[in-house]
């Protein structure tokens, strides 16, 4: 597509306490092969005190900033309000977007169903045994989540969305702390003919967790997001013995798979079922505790 063709398309990112990584984002983003006329960058700061907001000024992009921290989706609603493309591409400070990001999105803008296109999130490369095995198993890539449950949903670490979307739709659930972009796809398939989209062309490289703790706690999120898709969706949100079976099944392999060569290395190996049993029992534990929910806030 020629440039004048292109869709203007605003890149919104949430940001608290990410100053690590934060640059290397935003060098991404500079580095996108799109149009700088079509093209804008907004940093939502949601209450940083690590200079996150001036990392981002530094590096160019325009930056909101908010007093009180509500929640990520309160904060990308705060940003997609703000900005003025035809499309809005969210990521995250713990990803770095491959150059073709956005013009893998466009290829999409020409179908009328398209209401939001996910693209791709894989590894950025981290060399812990915690984030090679999550990159193994796909727990963020779309092409293995979005054909996991009743509807497709995506996560907003590579989402883009038409803006009459999110305006009609009101944006995200400002009060949800965890799957707040699954559920913003599934109120769009039920509430409206839209559809989303797969882009694999679209990629996003994300910083996967490093560590048994921060595994755990995002294994936590994830049940307490479970737990809210389950009760306002009761209908569609099913747990499916095929599935549990599945998992049982894959806990099972790895331990068998222990003695015996293979691809990934011995450690990896050695890991594995720990692994497994880490993250389904922060699922399990998200899950008791029940959706984290804060003061309403679209």
């Known amino acids: 597509m020629a440039g004048s ?5 605003s890149v919104v990112v949430p940001v608290r306490n990410m100053a690590g990584s934060l640059p290397e984002l935003l060098d991404s983003l500079q580095a996108l092969d799109y149009p700088s006329d079509r093209l804008e960058v907004l940093v939502v700061d949601n209450g940083s005190t690590d200079g996150g907001g001036r990392i981002a000024r530094e590096r160019g992009a325009e930056v909101l900033d908010l007093p009180s921290p509500p929640s990520s989706y309160a904060a990308r609603n705060a940003g997609w309000r703000r900005a003025r493309g035809e499309w809005i591409a969210f990521t995250d400070a713990d990803c770095r977007v491959e150059p ?3 013009r893998g999105f466009a290829l999409h ?5 398209a209401g939001a296109v996910a693209g791709e999130v894989l590894g950025a490369g981290d060399e812990t045994v915690i984030s090679r095995l999550m990159d193994r198993h796909g727990f963020m890539q779309h092409r293995v989540t979005l054909p996991h449950k009743a509807l497709p949903g995506a996560s907003t670490a590579c989402l883009a969305v038409r803006r009459t979307v999110l305006e009609r739709l009101g944006g995200f659930r400002g009060e ?16 409206s003919d839209w559809q989303l989209r797969y882009e694999p062309r679209a990629v996003v490289r994300h ?8 595994l755990v706690k995002q294994g936590i999120a ?11 969706y009761p209908a569609l949100y099913r747990f499916r013995g095929g599935e549990q079976a599945g998992r049982a099944a894959g806990l099972l392999r790895s331990l068998a798979a222990i003695p015996f060569p293979a691809a990934m290395p011995f450690r990896d ?5 720990l692994f497994l049993a880490a993250w389904y029992g922060g699922m399990a534990a998200g899950y008791v505790m029940g959706p984290a929910l804060v003061r309403r806030a679209r």
């Open 269 to 273: 190996r050695i890991a594995e079922p």
């Open 222 to 232: 994830h049940g307490r997001g479970v737990a809210f898709m389950k009760r306002t």
């Open 176 to 191: 949800l702390r965890h799957f707040g972009d699954m559920d913003f796809c599934w109120r769009m398939q039920l509430e």
């Open 207 to 214: 910083h996967h967790r490093r560590t048994w703790k921060a």
């Open 109 to 113: 803008d020409g179908d009328a169903r």
């Open 5 to 9: 063709d292109l869709p203007t398309i």
């Open 100 to 102: 073709a990001w956005l």
